[in-house]
């Protein structure tokens, strides 16, 4: 799938939940490989901030991000509306270090979103594959996030309070394309007895009854109901029973977990890819939120491209006897058994090395090594079965590799070694000339990269 933008911009006003601050916040297309950016432009200088896990620096009633002394909060519910909706690069303006929070839900993001519409960018989407379970546990609070192999995309959320009203609660996405419909209405809340603590903190200026969710759980007094309704400059409200004392209703049975959901997938879009795989959250917040983002960063940073998924109970693309009608070579020197996936910009294909190679003989007969030049030479192959797709009769023509740059060899390849290797179009193919970007992978790890140039030439 390709990256996405959104087509045109479009802005959102309204008071800061923190600060109490008028804000407006505008959201701009951006160019493939952008990412989610914040630009403080009443800042000198309009200092601009990554949206990616590293810069989270609070999660205190909110996620937090920052760069140097500019802050942005409250941006979790933006960025959920983004990512639900596919968007991958978006700059987003805003005049004040957090962003308006609306009616305290996601649902005016998405409706802008939906009326602007997105639009496919050339670069194709960089999706982070959980293939193994990853967890993080927070041993205090009993929070916890576990990531497992999906071929899609899900979440759900398990919530508990020690409260009468709100106790144990259960949500679920399914499908990221009904997060408008399921998931974006749902408003933040809080509990009555927390207003206090929070307002002395200096949080919550802008906090009151039409873009929260107000839980009122341990009965106190209708002077100190009235006390906090002063402090916070709202209206006073006489309550008598236990409950949900907002002036609008709730919106689902199960609001508050379907919210958590979706503070789940504003943490989870600071990672800076989508994901595919099942997230499971239990009591989530935005500690243990980001601090799974962060973990998928590490592992991002530690590895330049995660190994293709190489399923052999999967018919190939392309076996060896189509391979031999694209590529002259022929035994000893045919390195491709077959090509397991394959569009206009990438290949995947696979080489099963075996210890009858011709080369173990001599290198080494007491430590067979397979030469790196020969992975290269496969590497090279791979993707000459990438060039020749472009053309018309592609058995009428040959790939001639003109330049090989930036060989690295990282582990070595042994008999018993399955050999997948991974080559995608750096530049858009011009006068016959590609450039490509190679890498081999022995299960998990790279053992081997290189980028190449080639030359498609029309044989006599």
């Given at each position: 799938?390709?990256?996405?933008?959104?087509?045109?911009?479009?802005?959102?006003?309204?008071?800061?939940l923190h600060?109490?601050?008028?804000?407006?916040?505008?959201?701009?297309p951006?160019?493939?490989?952008?990412?989610?950016?914040?630009?403080?432009?009443?800042?000198?200088?309009?200092?601009?901030?990554d949206?990616?896990?590293?810069?989270?620096?609070?999660?205190?009633?909110?996620?937090?991000?920052?760069?140097?002394?500019?802050?942005?909060?409250?941006i979790?519910?933006?960025?959920?509306?983004?990512?639900?909706?596919?968007?991958?690069?978006?700059?987003?303006?805003?005049n004040?270090?957090?962003?308006?929070i609306?009616?305290?839900s996601a649902?005016?993001?998405?409706q802008?979103?939906?009326?602007?519409?997105?639009e496919?960018?050339?670069e194709?989407?960089d999706?982070?594959?959980?293939?193994?379970?990853?967890?993080?546990?927070?041993?205090?609070?009993?929070?916890?996030?576990?990531?497992?192999?999906?071929?899609d995309?899900?979440?759900?959320?398990?919530?508990?309070?020690?409260?009468?009203?709100?106790?144990?609660?259960?949500?679920?996405?399914?499908?990221?394309?009904?997060?408008?419909?399921?998931?974006?209405?749902?408003?933040?809340?809080?509990?009555?007895?927390?207003?206090?603590?929070?307002?002395?903190?200096n949080?919550?200026?802008?906090?009151?009854?039409?873009?929260?969710?107000?839980?009122?759980?341990?009965?106190?007094?209708?002077e100190?109901?009235d006390?906090?309704?002063d402090?916070?400059?709202?209206?006073?409200?006489?309550?008598?029973?236990?409950?949900?004392?907002?002036?609008?209703?709730?919106?689902?049975?199960?609001?508050?977990?379907?919210?958590?959901?979706?503070?789940?997938?504003?943490?989870?879009?600071?990672?800076?890819?989508?994901?595919?795989?099942?997230?499971?959250?239990?009591?989530?917040?935005?500690?243990?939120?980001?601090?799974?983002?962060?973990?998928?960063?590490?592992?991002?940073?530690?590895?330049?491209?995660?190994?293709?998924?190489?399923?052999p109970n999967?018919?190939?693309?392309?076996?060896v006897?189509?391979?031999?009608?694209?590529l002259?070579?022929?035994?000893?020197f045919?390195?491709?058994?077959?090509?397991?996936?394959?569009?206009?910009?990438?290949?995947?294909?696979?080489?099963?090395?075996?210890?009858?190679?011709?080369?173990?003989?001599?290198?080494?007969?007491?430590?067979?090594?397979?030469?790196?030049?020969?992975?290269?030479?496969a590497?090279?192959q791979?993707?000459?079965?990438?060039v020749?797709s472009?053309?018309?009769?592609?058995?009428?023509?040959?790939?001639?590799?003109?330049?090989?740059?930036?060989?690295?060899f990282?582990?070595?390849?042994?008999?018993?070694?399955?050999?997948?290797?991974?080559?995608?179009l750096?530049?858009?193919?011009?006068?016959?000339?590609?450039?490509?970007?190679?890498?081999?992978?022995?299960g998990?790890?790279?053992?081997?990269?290189a980028?190449?140039?080639?030359?498609?030439?029309?044989?006599?």
């Amino acid at each position: 799938m390709k990256q996405r933008t959104i087509k045109e911009s479009f802005s959102v006003s309204g008071k800061g939940l923190h600060t109490g601050l008028a804000i407006k916040a505008t959201f701009c297309p951006a160019p493939a490989g952008h990412g989610y950016k914040f630009k403080r432009i009443d800042l000198e200088d309009a200092p601009v901030i990554d949206a990616v896990a590293e810069n989270v620096v609070e999660t205190q009633r909110g996620t937090v991000i920052a760069r140097g002394d500019a802050k942005v909060s409250t941006i979790e519910h933006a960025l959920a509306a983004l990512y639900a909706a596919g968007v991958d690069n978006c700059l987003i303006e805003v005049n004040a270090p957090e962003l308006p929070i609306l009616d305290g839900s996601a649902i005016e993001y998405a409706q802008k979103i939906e009326e602007v519409g997105v639009e496919e960018q050339a670069e194709e989407k960089d999706y982070y594959i959980v293939k193994q379970k990853m967890e993080v546990v927070d041993e205090k609070t009993g929070a916890s996030i576990i990531a497992l192999p999906d071929e899609d995309f899900s979440v759900e959320t398990m919530i508990e309070f020690n409260s009468p009203v709100l106790s144990n609660q259960f949500a679920m996405l399914g499908n990221i394309d009904k997060f408008k419909d399921e998931i974006a209405a749902s408003r933040t809340f809080v509990f009555v007895r927390e207003v206090e603590p929070l307002v002395s903190n200096n949080l919550i200026k802008g906090g009151d009854l039409d873009n929260a969710i107000v839980i009122y759980d341990s009965p106190m007094s209708q002077e100190n109901l009235d006390k906090l309704a002063d402090l916070m400059g709202v209206p006073h409200k006489n309550v008598s029973e236990l409950g949900y004392i907002n002036n609008k209703p709730l919106v689902y049975d199960n609001e508050p977990a379907r919210h958590k959901l979706l503070d789940v997938l504003g943490d989870i879009a600071l990672i800076g890819r989508p994901l595919k795989g099942r997230i499971i959250a239990v009591r989530p917040g935005h500690t243990i939120n980001t601090t799974f983002s962060k973990m998928v960063r590490r592992e991002i940073k530690r590895q330049d491209i995660q190994a293709p998924i190489y399923n052999p109970n999967v018919a190939p693309l392309m076996d060896v006897n189509k391979i031999r009608e694209l590529l002259p070579h022929r035994y000893p020197f045919l390195l491709v058994d077959k090509v397991i996936e394959k569009d206009e910009q990438h290949i995947v294909g696979v080489k099963n090395v075996s210890v009858n190679e011709p080369f173990f003989q001599g290198h080494f007969p007491q430590e067979p090594v397979m030469p790196g030049v020969l992975q290269v030479e496969a590497m090279a192959q791979v993707g000459g079965l990438l060039v020749l797709s472009t053309v018309d009769d592609p058995e009428k023509y040959s790939t001639y590799f003109m330049k090989i740059d930036n060989v690295k060899f990282r582990q070595k390849v042994v008999p018993g070694d399955t050999l997948v290797f991974h080559l995608s179009l750096m530049s858009e193919i011009r006068r016959g000339c590609a450039v490509m970007k190679g890498y081999a992978f022995v299960g998990e790890k790279i053992v081997s990269e290189a980028e190449f140039m080639a030359q498609i030439v029309k044989n006599k």
